[in-house]
Each structure stands twice: as structure tokens, then as C-alpha cells.
């Protein structure tokens, strides 16, 4: 099961930031917090990840609770190209022969964007 | 560097007979896995494997074997499609140290009749 708790859909304004909330209450201390999103017809493409500190890359920036239960992915400027489900995920640490490591879905949020 | 690529994009199969899903990776990767998604879902694991010759099953492995005799490549065989295992297909890989980016294929689309 998955282990986020996200919004269905958010709606955004071209050019307005968009922030999308994500819950995951039960997160271990070595869970890394990935965000994927996907464009129709397309595979999951990696935007950002994070383990305790806020993170910044071209794409996002992705703002981590102190407590680790929740945590914020922020597009800056909206995009009609950002229109896309955005998925947040808890990476288990690896460990080889187990079930760690791998991305385990929900079903994301599906991020519309309006000129 | 091609990333990951999978082959077939699109096929139809006949209830009963198998097929095979390449997926090959030229990044020296040693995480690959397999996973699909249904209209409207999110993407659930089938196999994954972290190494040559470790594989390992996800959350809905039946009806689908994986082996890893090389690092590139993660073949995924279908033994006897039945119509639930219409689906999209997705590969994809990674290093296995802490929080590495997992990277997608593109997807194979398969129907199954």
C-alpha cells in the first residue's frame, strides 16, 4: 500500500506558483522522499527527492516538514508543459534480497494548468 | 547514452500465448524493475531485480517471470497473457546507493484479446 497521502487534483493558474502537498506520517528515519510526475502517454520522470533538508534543482523545490511527516513540492512558475499527475513517494532504504528500495505509487495528483 | 529503452512499443496477443519485453539500460545501473499501470493508476510493481542474477518479486508478480543474466539487460516474459494483463509496461533502473533517481522507459503498450 502506499505509504503518501495526496490531494486528486489541483488546479493552477500559467506563470502562478503551484504548491502540492503531500502526507506520509509513517516515514522511517532512512525514507527518502522522491516526487515523480507524469505526462500523458509518457513514463514517470524524476523531479526532485530529499531526505531531512529543503532541496532546490531546476525544476522544484521541495520543502520538508521538521518532523518529516509531510513535505511540500513547489513549481515556482507554472507552466502549461508542468499539466501532468505528480506523484510523491517514499524510497526505503536498499537492501539487497528484500523488498527496499523500490518506488511503491499511489495515485498521485493530478496537476491541471489554465492559461 | 540511450538510457532506459524498451521494445515493443505496441502489441496485441492472442489469450494463451507469451511474449517477451526487452528492456535495456546502458548506464550500468545494477536496480532494475518492472512495473505497470492501468487507465487511471498509479504504477504497481511486478519484479525487480539488484543485480545480475538477483531478481525478486513486487507486488503483483503473477503471470510474469523477469531473469538478469547480464547488468543491461531485464527481460519480462509473459507465460500465457489472459486479457487482465492488458496493461502499459514500464522498465526502469537504477544505482542502488541511497535516494538515486530512478529513470522510466517509455512504455510498452500492451493489449491482449
Known amino acids: 500500500d502506499a505509504k503518501t497521502t495526496q490531494p486528486n487534483s489541483m488546479e493552477s493558474n500559467e506563470e502562478e506558483p503551484v504548491h502540492l502537498p503531500c502526507n506520509h506520517s509513517t516515514i522511517s528515519g532512512t525514507d527518502y522522499i522522491h516526487w515523480y510526475r507524469q505526462l500523458p502517454s509518457q513514463g514517470p520522470e524524476y523531479v526532485i527527492h530529499?531526505?531531512?533538508s529543503n532541496v532546490n534543482n531546476r525544476m522544484a523545490s521541495l520543502a520538508i516538514a521538521e518532523d518529516r511527516k509531510s513535505s511540500t513540492l513547489i513549481l515556482h512558475r507554472a507552466t502549461l508543459r508542468d499539466a501532468a499527475v505528480y506523484y510523491c513517494i517514499l524510497r526505503e532504504l536498499m537492501n539487497y534480497g528484500g523488498s527496499q528500495g523500490n518506488l511503491i505509487f499511489g495515485k498521485g495528483t493530478k496537476l491541471s494548468v489554465k492559461p | 547514452n540511450a538510457g532506459v529503452t524498451q521494445t515493443p512499443k505496441f502489441q496485441v496477443l492472442k489469450t494463451g500465448q507469451s511474449m517477451t519485453l526487452q528492456c535495456a539500460q546502458d548506464?550500468?545501473?545494477?536496480?532494475m524493475s518492472w512495473y505497470r499501470q492501468d487507465p487511471g493508476m498509479g504504477l504497481r510493481l511486478i519484479h525487480y531485480?539488484?543485480?545480475?542474477?538477483?531478481?525478486d518479486q513486487g507486488e503483483v508478480p503473477n503471470g510474469y517471470n523477469v531473469s538478469r543474466s547480464t547488468t543491461e539487460d531485464f527481460p519480462l516474459r509473459l507465460l500465457s497473457a489472459a486479457p487482465s494483463q492488458t496493461s502499459v509496461y514500464f522498465c526502469?533502473?537504477?544505482?542502488?546507493?541511497?535516494?538515486?533517481?530512478?529513470?522510466f522507459g517509455e512504455g510498452s503498450w500492451l493489449t491482449v484479446v
Open positions: 526502469a533502473s537504477s544505482y542502488v546507493q541511497d535516494g538515486n533517481t530512478i529513470y
Open positions: 530529499g531526505l531531512t
Open positions: 548506464m550500468n545501473h545494477e536496480y
Open positions: 531485480s539488484v543485480g545480475a542474477g538477483i531478481t
